[in-house]
């Protein structure tokens, strides 16, 4: 180990969400609470310089700098000062301050590649003087802010012990695959404060003037979820400029995610080509949900650039003169034998259901697609390897045909609590699913 790290190891480190909201002590007496630390970036490391103080009863906060700051800890922080007047105040508008501009800040992880979250602050003690060493991105950092520490301990065991009983049954493997995933969310994970950089000019910041951000994180292998929330933080132009270097199925998914009120701001920016392109990977509902966003002369133009099978369904929907469910249907759901094992099922889920929409529900279909029955995801794994699904299938399904409408799936949604409902003709013939969401949660949905 190098001599810094031996430095480092030696001094106290301290964790911001330990210190925060701390007593803060003068000649003996609390004065106060610790509400922030400010700092200041003149090396490698940031600098703490002041401490912030609320004050009970209306007093004004001070601004107490950190050559005043006689101790500071879990157990409170000691100030000496002659008099406090001259520290009241607040901070300036150029003052960082961490728990207000870094804590709870979405971040570009270099080494995840997507979208975290500062959770926590690490600070270290070096020859009198506090500096920030690392941020936070575990969810252990989370759980020590509540004080749940004991927790994440608790389920490191759960998932060591489940990972001994795996060898002997394949049901305690899958218990042990998630317990284990989920414990690693919880670890540790930290990131030196060296490597945390701006993004990016032509990207410019997220709102406010400070964000924490870790350069170089690919956009392109963000869940999309993610990237929605790092375009809703950008200003319009800014917004426009990154989504137009999003692959257009990546950019599909992303534009579904997106708060209603940017959608319009940002659809409305792209040219129709690009519109036609993006609602073309969607289902008719949400390509319909997108397009309601926008002026019905834009939209028929766009509708006349699409496949005109699926611009035809957009329309019918958008038009108000169909209310078929088929309209929301996808295809992309999971088909399977009935005489296939749950073991066999299991081990090939994942392959199975790459690219499906629908995956929580497993359809057994048989000679021309005939619909069989239905496995639920949660069934599966709970059913012995060697049954056979047509043994564990529930074959009296509640489905929908063809003629069906949008308010009698909206029903049946309401009624059974599914999060999806088979499609099929007079001969049991599967034509797809309808989706919960797709029905439920469309702003234009025709359930009155």
Known sequence: MDGTATVLREQKVYFLSEIIRGPVLYRGKKIGRLADLSIIETGKVPEVTHCLVTRPFGAPSLMVPWDRVKSIGPDGVYIEADNLQPLEG???DDVIL?????????VLDTEEREVEVVYDVRLVMINGKLYVSDVDFGRYGLLRRMGLQNLAGYIYHQAFMMEA?????RRFKWVAKFLTWFANKLKDKRISWTYVQPLPTNISSFKGDVRLKVLKGKLSEMPAVDVADILEELDHEQRVMIFKELEPGHASDTLEEIDPNVQRSLVSSLNKDKVAQLVGEMTPAQAADILSVLPWSDVKAILELMNPDGAGKVRAILDQQEEKCV???TTSVLKVS????????????????????VVMYLYVVGENDKLLGVVDIKELLLADDAA?????????????NPDSTLKEAFDMFQR?????????DPQDKLLGAVTYRDVMNLKHRFVE
């Open 327 to 329: 309209n929301y249907a």
């Open 388 to 400: 056979a699904l047509k043994s564990v299938m529930v074959d009296h399904v509640v489905s929908l």
């Open 165 to 169: 009983r795996s060898q002997y049954s």
């Open 338 to 357: 009935p005489d296939e094992s749950v073991g066999q099922v299991q081990d090939g889920y994942p392959k199975l259901a790459k690219g499906k929409i």
């Open 98 to 106: 961490l728990k207000d501009h870094v804590v709870d800040k979405k």
């Open 90 to 92: 607040k901070p300036g």
């Open 416 to 424: 059974y609590g599914f999060r999806a409902l088979p499609v099929t």
